[in-house]
């Protein structure tokens, strides 16, 4: 398998863009996470889907966050309009179950400027 | 809800050395407890983990200890080298919620 698959692996964007960040979970992993990772906050939960529903968007920092997940194998973490306070590595996980570790991908590094 | 502890915040070692990171939980129901390793511009790395049934794993040069009773749990690198050089989390999940991350650990092992 190729693992957590994400795109594009770095970003820059002016402010006020709308950013778009793609992820391909491993096949048969019924969970997907978004996290975001800075210096000052650590690993932050953005949002999580099981069986492609949305379960928790606590995380989701704003209505500028939209996250979905049109099927099994495709989701989309969607920032609009973008600001530089938005900068950081955004990291997609999957998972076959909550009683079992995550496969992170390799991340996306968002530079809003 | 759970909440993760992680200490130190940094720690560095000589190769060879051992070295010991400490993990503190509070929900009594975590039942599993996953360790990952992140090594710079790559994503976490599941390395190891433990569920409540056992006190201890051990894989090559890294184990896992779990002390229920205590709610704590430590990750034991042995002989280390610096390709273990990186940054380590803890995390807790009662199976029915999502993990929860401690805040990370930076590793450095000097040669």
């Known amino acids: 398998d190729a693992g957590v698959i994400q795109s594009p692996r770095h970003e820059v964007t002016e402010m006020g863009q709308e950013v778009t960040l793609r992820c391909k979970p491993i096949?048969?992993?019924?969970?997907l996470f978004w996290y975001r990772q800075t210096m000052m906050r650590g690993l932050e939960l953005l949002i999580y889907?099981?069986?492609?529903?949305?379960?928790?968007d606590s995380g989701m920092p704003e209505d500028r966050f939209s996250a979905k997940m049109p099927n099994a194998s495709f989701s989309t973490l969607k920032i609009q309009p973008s600001e530089p306070r938005d900068s950081a590595v955004y990291f997609c996980?999957?998972?076959?179950?909550?009683?079992?570790?995550?496969?992170f991908g390799s991340g996306t590094r968002l530079t809003v400027v | 809800g759970e909440n993760v502890e992680q200490h130190p915040s940094t720690l560095s070692v000589q190769e060879g050395d051992s070295a010991v990171i400490k993990c503190t939980y509070s929900?009594?129901?975590?039942?599993?407890f996953p360790w990952y390793k992140q090594e710079l511009g790559k994503g976490p790395q599941l390395i190891i983990d433990?569920?409540?049934?056992?006190g201890e794993k051990k894989d090559q040069r890294i184990a896992v200890t779990l002390n229920k009773t205590a709610k704590h749990f430590s990750l034991h690198i042995t002989e280390t080298q610096p390709e273990d050089s990186a940054v380590y989390f803890c995390?807790?999940?009662?199976?029915?919620?999502?993990?929860?991350f401690g805040t990370g650990t930076r590793l450095l092992v000097s040669p």
């Open positions: 995390a807790a999940s009662n199976g029915f919620q999502k993990l929860v």
């Open positions: 096949s048969g992993h019924d969970y």
């Open positions: 929900d009594s129901a975590s039942n599993y």
């Open positions: 889907f099981n069986n492609n529903v949305p379960i928790d």
């Open positions: 433990i569920r409540s049934n056992v």
């Open positions: 996980a999957s998972s076959p179950g909550q009683r079992y570790g995550y496969t």
